[in-house]
């Protein structure tokens, strides 16, 4: 099972592919992930993803899809394989789909995770993660992980401004990818404004459709 998870930022698409990682057993590959790991090593590639990030703004369409043709190059995506955050931009998808199709894959299902953009503004800018296990929860819980004992911290592009351009930036750039996987009829629309299991129920259903 080849699956993409569109959704603005914030909208739930990490936990829904933690989720979707039970299930399947397939990594999950998450760009902004990738980016924040090479950041904290210190490494070329997250250090050039940094200017961007910090920003709000997309890091350059090569240097992602260079990226991306060598992780789905690796053994572990054989039996399929979670995308979160990529693609971003029409380039990026069909640089996907060429991709794949020269090791005889396909996209079977792209899932548009739908949050109304004040909802998320908030839920990011109380968002904080464990710096240990890297669960994601919210200023609520205090300042240490609830389940390790980690600390818990908010990710530097979590503040407002840098939230309203990344949603500006998700409207220009990436939702239309909405209607490039409906083109391909692959294209599952969920309403993720309601709890993460009821959001999970129907993220299942499509999978399994
Ligand atoms: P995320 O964790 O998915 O919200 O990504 C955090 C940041 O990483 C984004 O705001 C971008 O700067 C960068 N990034 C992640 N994925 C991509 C991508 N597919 N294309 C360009 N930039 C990306």
Redesign the pocket.
């Known amino acids: 099972m080849n699956i993409v998870l569109l959704g603005a930022?914030g909208a739930g698409?990490?936990t829904q592919a933690k989720l979707l990682v039970e299930a399947y057993k397939i990594p999950h590959i998450?760009?902004?992930?990738i980016?924040?790991a090479a950041l904290s090593e210190g490494t070329p590639l997250g250090l050039e993803?940094k200017k961007?990030?910090d920003a709000?703004?997309?890091?350059?369409?090569q240097l992602?899809i260079d990226l991306m043709d060598e992780r789905l190059s690796q053994e572990d995506t054989a039996p399929g394989f979670i995308l979160?955050?990529?693609?971003?931009?029409a380039a990026?998808a069909v640089a996907l789909d060429e991709a794949l199709h020269a090791s005889g894959r396909v996209i079977d299902v792209a899932l548009s995770i739908d949050v109304d953009p004040e909802v998320i503004v908030k839920r990011l800018s109380s968002r904080r993660t464990c710096a240990d296990c890297g669960r994601i929860t919210n200023v609520d819980e205090g300042e240490v992980c609830v389940v390790c004992g980690g600390k818990l911290e908010q990710r530097a592009?979590d503040n407002e401004a840098t939230i309203r351009n990344?949603l500006s930036?998700y409207a220009q750039q990436t939702e239309p990818l909405i209607s490039y996987y409906q083109a391909k009829d692959i294209l599952v629309a969920i309403d993720g404004d309601r709890p993460v299991e009821t959001v999970w129920a129907d993220v299942k259903a499509a999978c399994e459709r």
Request: net charge negative; no cysteine; aromatic share 10%.
């Open positions: 930022p698409k990490g998450s760009t902004g992930d980016f924040r993803a961007y990030m709000g703004e997309l890091v350059p369409d992602v979160d955050g990529f693609p971003r931009t990026q592009d990344r930036v």
